[in-house]
T-cell receptor
Framework: GENVEQHPSTLSVQEGDSAVIKCTYS??????FPWYKQELGKRPQLIID?????GEKKDQRIAVTLNKTAKHFSLHITETQPEDSAVYFC???????????FGTGTKLQVIP | EAGVVQSPRYKIIEKKQPVAFWCNPI?????LYWYRQNLGQGPELLIR????????DSQLPKDRFSAERLKGVDSTLKIQPAELGDSAVYLC??????????FGQGTRLTVV
């Protein structure tokens, strides 16, 4: 089955700096890569996703890159703000009604 | 549009007692997932339904856990008997096929 590794497990940045979270996956059949943000005590919420036919996707301060050859994808948050503080999960989905496998999460702390 | 609804939000039970969780997915979503999330970790899939059929239950501890999704809509997850190690947040999610999954608020279970 799919195995998703996520690094780092914790990340502290100063407000205004950029944050980068990296994930690797094992199943070359995976073709859908969502990123979820989970605030303390709340549900995971999708913030951005990317499909395997695209190398990069951007939405305001958030961007995701995908390297299919190396089987890794990354989340980039620019101009971080205190409200970006949360746990971020990457995930990989082989599609075809296969299950989504989550990474172990990155706790991001943005220091004002 | 209503999101994924779960109940109860919190449950405290003594070990060896039974417990049940309920999930109402987003209307029209044929795929339903039950995840367990331990503190500081990513969600782990317990079972996935396509309509009323359980298509992936390989991670479900079948000696004590059971689930059903009658009529391909609402779903219940049951634990009987509960053990201390079952304390976690149980998340339900739904999606239209293999598209993005939307999560419910979760049920925080504490077994004492």
């Amino acid at each position: 089955g799919e195995n998703v590794e996520q690094h780092p497990s914790t990340l502290s940045v100063q407000e205004g700096d950029s944050a980068v979270i990296k994930c690797t996956y094992s199943d070359s059949a995976s073709n859908y890569f969502p990123w979820y943000k989970q605030e303390l005590g709340k549900r995971p919420q999708l913030i951005i996703d990317i499909r395997s036919n695209v190398g990069e996707k951007k939405d305001q301060r958030i961007a995701v890159t995908l390297n299919k050859t190396a089987k890794h994808f990354s989340l980039h948050i620019t101009e971080t703000q205190p409200e970006d503080s949360a746990v971020y999960f990457c995930a990989a989905n082989p599609g075809g009604y296969q299950k989504v496998t989550f990474g172990t999460g990155t706790k991001l702390q943005v220091i004002p | 549009e209503a999101g994924v609804v779960q109940s109860p939000r919190y449950k405290i039970i003594e070990k060896k007692q039974p417990v049940a969780f309920w999930c109402n997915p987003i209307s029209g979503h044929n795929t339903l997932y039950w995840y367990r999330q331990n503190l500081g970790q990513g969600p782990e899939l317990l079972i996935r339904y396509e309509n009323e059929e359980a298509v992936d239950d390989s991670q479900l501890p079948k000696d004590r856990f059971s689930a059903e999704r009658l009529k391909g809509v609402d779903s219940t997850l049951k634990i009987q008997p509960a053990e201390l190690g079952d304390s976690a947040v149980y998340l339900c999610a739904s999606s239209q096929g293999s598209a993005e999954a939307f999560f419910g608020q979760g049920t925080r279970l504490t077994v004492v």
